[in-house]
């Protein structure tokens, strides 16, 4: 690795596994971040978040209030910002892509200043793992130039644990009774390339005081088709063999674009945060999608009587056609339902999460703000 | 998927034998009876708990097997109404060799405020939840990465995956009021209750439509007409009860057969789904003999 660089991976396993973890994970984060540093945090100030993957940039602002009790979060704004960022064939980024990459976090980060009164040095620069694969130097470089930031790269195992953590929420409900929702339940997060997940466990051990742990998952298959269908479902059945928590867990909340789509597709009228699905809608999708994509993209959304909510419901329908072709859908509609086979979905509580892609984000965010 | 199959037998299996060990069979000093019936007592009526089957330890080797196995607990968690959280790991096995002859007391721990209270004993334990200041056993403390509840101010938040929109039609554009929810809120619990929706409602939500079969017997006697099967749905979509209200005898069975079949998309209530009662109005005419 390049120390001029200073890419930063993170090793999950070893963050927020025991006592020492959290501020590890702190002490970790704040390493690399030259200009990152948080400053004390008072009631109600603005910490944000700049998520840059190899599809998009994605900014979340937050109002953080701590005392001494508590830590208060409000979500003030988020957005997305396509890129295409292609690598040429030593693994580098083309001139062009890093220069849009940079102009577009510099946007973000005008936007965050402008609007929210965001100093730079309360925003927090993160690169996927996906994009951090072959050391991107002069991405890096470009953006520590222009920004006086530098990106820090995640990994997966971080990325789906900072994304539990964001998206499920600790405590859960059943009837009037609460119940503990995040060590009991599993995320899934299913995008056109790749199938991610995880879930939180008390870990017992003789020699070491009880902690927290996280066992986490990491399918990438690339630009999926059906040929590579069947090594999906081996790979899954691999997981599940060491990692039984993916299979037992009674509740899951399902993030990524596929299930998005999913959601927006089947409910549209649907905005609510956390939208039910179960396993024979899933299946009835998939025959459908595989039959009739054309149909399932273009549904009749006139039985939407509210005009801003069918609004609302036509712009996600215009987004998922942007994001998927009918083959994509279909291609990715069928990893849900292998997911769904494999990790025996039947007759559990399945929920796709609408702000999970704000989910690791939202944690990193907080942590950074609490240090 | 028979090995599938094979895992949800156990973790049935697992669990009933956990919970139905005698107390005194994981801690000499505990009453002989059912360990679940005496955890329940422990903790209250108004704890919530929940039972799952989870891996405890670290990884061994499964003689004669490929690959590694991993030990299995039938671990119980419950949330106090003081917010301390309980949980329980007793030792069943492992995922692969299965059961064990006899389950064990593996663990037990009370969180409270982010800090972990080690139970040795499981004997101790309705005396350390009686005394809920006693400092820890272990000094162990965790702090656990705990997100608390968000307020998402929903006209600044962009949809998940509009990368491909153009900027401006996604670049928050008002300040004023907007709706607050809470996210992430605790998840939509399934509701008990069963409600009642028009026919043409359910019709909306098909996913499977079956039509009924003519019945020979009715044939012979010249039997049309419509017949009301009422039906019950549930959460899941599926008809879990159906039962001709009216309509030619002759044609009821071959109606509720019909109706048993199909399949819809779960109904919606306050973002979870319900368990829906309605009707199927099949009619028999002479040309669908």
């Known amino acids: 690795m390049n120390p001029k660089i200073r ?34 945090t008072k009631s109600g100030e603005i910490y944000a978040g700049i998520e840059l993957t190899s599809e998009g940039a994605r900014a979340i602002a937050l109002s953080v209030s701590i ?43 005008t936007r965050l200043r402008q609007q929210f009164q965001t100093p730079p040095e309360r925003v927090f620069l993160i690169g996927s793992s996906g994009l951090g694969a072959d050391h991107p130097e002069g ?12 990106l820090v790269f995640l990994d997966v195992e971080t ?26 339940s599993a995320l899934i997060e299913i ?30 298959y690339g630009a999926m088709g059906l040929a590579s269908a069947e090594s999906l479902w081996q790979a899954l059945r691999r997981e599940r063999e060491g990692k039984p928590g993916l299979v037992n867990r009674k509740r899951v909340y399902l993030t990524g674009s596929v299930p998005w789509a999913m959601a927006t597709l089947l409910y549209p009228e649907d905005q609510q945060p956390f939208v039910p699905l179960t396993t024979e809608v899933i299946e009835w999708f998939d025959r459908k999608v595989a039959r009739a994509p054309q149909e399932v993209l273009n549904p009749n959304l006139s039985f939407i009587r509210d005009r801003d909510l069918r609004q609302k419901a036509e712009s996600e329908l215009r987004a998922v056609k942007n994001a998927f072709t009918p083959q994509q859908l279909a291609a990715g509609v069928a990893a849900v339902r292998a997911v769904a086979s494999e990790f025996e979905w039947q007759g559990k509580q399945i929920w796709f999460a609408r702000f999970g892609h704000l989910g690791l984000l939202l944690s990193y965010v907080r942590l950074q703000a609490e240090k | 998927m028979s090995g599938g199959a094979q895992i949800v037998s156990f973790e049935k299996q697992a669990l009933s034998s956990a919970q139905e ?5 994981l801690d000499a000093g505990l009453p002989v009876r059912p360990f679940a019936s005496w955890f329940g007592q422990i903790v209250g009526p108004k704890a919530g708990v929940v039972w799952q089957l989870t891996e405890c330890g670290e990884q061994i080797a499964a003689p004669g097997q490929i690959g590694q196995d991993l030990p299995a607990c039938a671990e119980v968690n419950a949330i106090l109404p003081d917010g301390r959280k ?11 060799k299965g059961l064990a002859e006899k389950p064990a007391f593996f663990h037990a721990v009370i969180e409270k405020n982010e800090q972990f209270y080690q139970v040795l004993r499981l004997s101790d334990l309705p005396e350390r939840l009686r005394a809920p200041d006693r400092p820890p056993a272990t000094k162990a403390k965790n702090r656990i990465v705990n997100l608390p509840v968000i307020k998402a101010d929903l006209s600044r938040i962009a949809a998940p995956f509009q990368y491909l929109l153009p900027l401006s039609s996604i670049v928050p554009t008002t300040t004023g009021d907007s709706i607050h929810v809470e996210t992430p809120p605790p998840p939509p619990s399934l509701r ?87 009707v199927l109005t099949f009619v028999f005419a002479p040309g669908a003999r």
């Not at chain 1, 991405?139 to 530098?150: D, E, F, Q, S």
């Not at chain 1, 994304?163 to 009837?175: A, D, E, N, Q």
């Open chain 1, 191 to 220: 995008n056109i390339d790749s199938v991610k997940g995880g879930y939180q466990l008390l870990k017992y051990s003789p020699s070491a005081p009880p902690s927290y742990d996280f066992v986490t998952m990491s399918i990438s």
């Open chain 2, 21 to 25: 060990t005698p107390a005194s069979n």
């Open chain 1, 139 to 150: 991405l890096v470089n470009a953006i520590r130039k222009t920004t006086g930031k530098t």
């Open chain 1, 67 to 109: 005392n001494e009790e508590e830590t208060g979060l409000k979500l003030v704004y988020s957005e997305t910002i396509p890129l295409a960022l292609g690598r040429a064939g030593n693994g580098q980024f083309a001139p062009q892509a890093i220069q849009n990459a940079v102009q577009t976090v510099l946007k973000l980060m």
């Open chain 2, 192 to 278: 008990q209750s069963v409600e009642n929706v028009s026919e043409s409602v359910l019709q909306d939500r098909v996913i499977t439509m079956v039509k009924p079969v003519y019945p020979p017997s009715a044939k012979t006697i010249n039997a049309t007409g419509t017949v009301v099967v009422q039906v019950t749905i549930s959460q899941g979509g599926l008809v879990v009860e159906a039962e001709a209200i009216n309509g030619h005898f002759a044609l009821r069975n071959a109606a509720v057969e019909a109706a048993r079949k199909w399949v819809f998309k779960p109904v919606i209530f306050n973002g979870a789904p319900v368990r829906v009662k309605s």
């Open chain 2, 86 to 96: 309980v949980f329980v790991a007793i030792s069943i096995g492992t995922f692969k």
């Open chain 1, 7 to 40: 890419l930063i991976t993170f090793n999950a396993s070893v963050i927020l596994k025991a006592i020492a973890s959290l501020s590890l994970l702190l002490h970790c984060l704040s390493f690399p971040a030259m200009g990152q540093t948080a400053p004390s």
């Open chain 1, 159 to 184: 990325e789906v644990q900072l994304s539990i953590v964001g998206t499920i929420s600790r405590l859960g409900k059943v009837g009037d009774t609460q119940i503990d929702n995040r060590n009991s």
